[in-house]
């Protein structure tokens, strides 16, 4: 997700919207290559599930980008102030 500036709340938030805008379009392709992963594997004979591996990597990445999307916080000016030693 794109840091967008602090003092435009608007910004932050169209950045937050994208991000989640993106991980949707990821979880559908996420989806659509497990399919054809499986599909492959099927196909082949079955034997060892190596499909699991690019769904599990794949998985894992959608994990970090709905944590980004959804459990971080925008940084506020106060966060800000904090940082910078000006607690007051």
């Not at 805008?21 to 559908?28: E, V």
């Not at 659509?32 to 699991?52: C, D, H, M, Q």
């Not at 990445?61 to 709905?66: H, K, P």
Request: zero cysteines.
């Amino acid at each position: 997700m794109s840091d967008a500036p602090i003092d435009d709340p608007r910004k932050a938030a169209i950045s937050r919207l994208k991000a989640k805008r993106q991980l949707r379009t990821s979880a559908a392709t996420f989806v659509i290559l497990s399919v054809f992963f499986t599909a492959i594997w099927a196909l082949g004979g079955r034997g060892y599930f190596w499909p699991a591996w690019p769904m599990a990597a794949f998985a894992l990445a959608l994990g970090f980008q709905w944590w980004a999307a959804y459990k971080t916080k925008p940084i506020t000016e106060a966060d800000i102030q904090r940082e910078m030693g000006n607690d007051s």
